[in-house]
Every structure is written in structure tokens, then in C-alpha cells.
């Protein structure tokens, strides 16, 4: 049972990447999915996140990115656009069982008990 995360490189600023989060072992649409990210020197913070058919962004990515499933290949993709050197960071994709409504505790990365290996984004020119 695993998630791995991958996608990630360099992109220039106000360019696209799109990471994916493949799960073996268990069915991805049967979990909360959730983009994680950590920066040099700061806390991980919550991205986006995908339960019950509902989707979350943070207000930072909101209108950039765009969490999605593909059920047949259980796989959580995040689409994101019109990057920013802010979104430099590492980024995680976890997991919590149950498709879940995304509240306040589940934007936090202590909910979730799988976690992919991350994958390093850089957006710079």
C-alpha cells in the first residue's frame, strides 16, 4: 500500500506542471486525497484536496490549480498553471481512507496517515 508522487522539475514562472499521485495497494477514490507542500524553512501547508466527489483549494492556489482522479488509473493528478516562484516546494500527496467532506481537520496533514515520497517543484526563470 503506497502513494508515489512524481511530476515535478523546473518550470518558468507563469508556466504549467502537472504532478501526479499514483496509489497501489488500495482504491485512490475510496480516500481523501491531499496535496501537502513545504517550502525551504516553512511549515508544510495544504494545497488541494479531493473527498467525497468535492474538491478544496487554498487560497493561494485557487484558480491556478485544479485537483482531479482518474479512477482507472488511480491516480490524483494537480494541474497547476500560472506558477509563481512562491509555489517553489516540495510537494506531498497523503491519503486518509474513506471519501471524506473536506473540513477544517481534514485540510490538516495530521489527519492523513499515507504519505507519498515527494517531489521537488522549482519555478524559476
Known amino acids: 500500500v503506497q502513494l508515489q508522487a512524481c511530476g515535478g522539475g523546473l518550470v518558468q514562472p507563469g508556466g504549467s506542471l502537472r504532478l501526479s499521485c499514483a496509489a497501489s495497494g488500495f482504491t485512490s477514490d475510496h480516500y481523501t486525497i491531499g496535496w501537502f507542500r513545504q517550502a525551504p524553512g516553512k511549515e508544510r501547508e495544504g494545497v488541494s484536496y479531493i473527498g467525497d466527489s468535492r474538491k478544496f483549494y487554498a487560497e493561494s492556489v485557487k484558480g491556478r490549480f485544479t485537483i482531479s482522479r482518474d479512477n482507472a488509473k488511480n491516480t490524483v493528478y494537480l494541474q497547476m498553471n500560472s506558477v509563481t516562484p512562491d509555489d517553489t516546494a516540495v510537494y506531498y500527496c497523503?491519503?486518509?481512507?474513506?471519501?471524506?467532506?473536506?473540513?477544517?481537520?481534514?485540510?490538516?496533514?495530521?489527519?492523513?496517515?499515507?504519505w507519498g515520497q515527494g517531489t521537488q517543484v522549482t519555478v524559476s526563470s
Open positions: 497523503a491519503a486518509k481512507e474513506g471519501p471524506r467532506p473536506i473540513t477544517s481537520e481534514m485540510r490538516r496533514d495530521r489527519a492523513y496517515n499515507m
